[in-house]
């Protein structure tokens, strides 16, 4: 298996255009989970999915960010428009819905808004 | 919700010592309490991983306590090697299908040789 798969996983953009983060689970997992790291803020859960629903979206910041998971293999984070602010590493993570449920990272992507 | 605190937020050590980091739990329904590394540019790795019904697990160099009466769990490396040097992060899960996980902030450990 590949693991997650994330892209871009650089990301260089300038203020106020549109940002799509790409992810793809490991197959067969069932729950998949947007994080956004900074040097601040460390490790934030912005949303998770359970079997493609979103199950809690309560850490992702403003209305400006929407996620979604049309199916089990594909998710996309959407920052529309981007800020400043914004720039950070975005990881998606997911889980078996096997206990002892360990989390598998992709390998990120890096945003920089200008 | 579950709130997961960590401490030190970082931590430096002479190579061969031991180093030991702490997290706290706020939910006592919390059954899964994993550990991960983040070596400087990579993602984030499961290292080692406690269940509730456990007070100890060893694995080499790493092992986890847990005192669910205290709620804590803790983190100790012995014979600590540069390539120990890493954030560490802990968290605290209830072991639903689900597999959502609440994370501490982060101990940046240092190794010096």
């Known amino acids: 298996d590949a693991g997650v798969i994330q892209s871009p996983r650089h990301e260089v953009t300038e203020m106020g255009q549109e940002v799509t983060l790409r992810c793809k689970p490991i197959?067969?997992?069932?729950?998949l989970f947007w994080y956004r790291q900074t040097m601040m803020r460390g490790l934030e859960l912005l949303i998770y999915?359970?079997?493609?629903?979103?199950?809690?979206d309560s850490g992702m910041p403003e209305d400006r960010f929407s996620a979604k998971m049309p199916n089990a293999s594909f998710s996309t984070l959407k920052i529309q428009p981007s800020e400043p602010r914004d720039s950070a590493v975005y990881f998606c993570?997911?889980?078996?819905?096997?206990?002892?449920?360990?989390?598998?990272f992709g390998p990120g992507t890096r945003l920089t808004v200008l | 919700g579950e709130n997961v605190e960590q401490h030190p937020s970082t931590l430096s050590v002479q190579e061969g010592d031991s180093a030991v980091i702490k997290c706290t739990y706020s939910?006592?329904?919390?059954?899964?309490f994993p550990w991960y590394k983040q070596e400087l540019g990579k993602r984030p790795q499961l290292i080692i991983d406690?269940?509730?019904?456990?007070g100890e697990k060893k694995d080499q160099r790493i092992a986890v306590t847990l005192n669910k009466t205290a709620k804590h769990f803790s983190l100790h490396i012995t014979e600590t090697q540069p390539e120990d040097s890493a954030v560490y992060f802990c968290?605290?899960?209830?072991?639903?299908?689900?597999?959502?996980?609440?994370f501490g902030d982060g101990t940046t450990l240092t190794v010096k040789p």
């Open positions: 993570a997911s889980t078996s819905g096997h206990l002892p449920n360990e989390q598998f």
């Open positions: 197959s067969g997992h069932n729950s």
């Open positions: 999915f359970n079997n493609n629903v979103p199950i809690d």
């Open positions: 939910d006592s329904a919390s059954n899964y």
């Open positions: 406690i269940r509730s019904n456990v």
């Open positions: 968290a605290a899960a209830y072991n639903t299908n689900a597999g959502k996980s609440t």
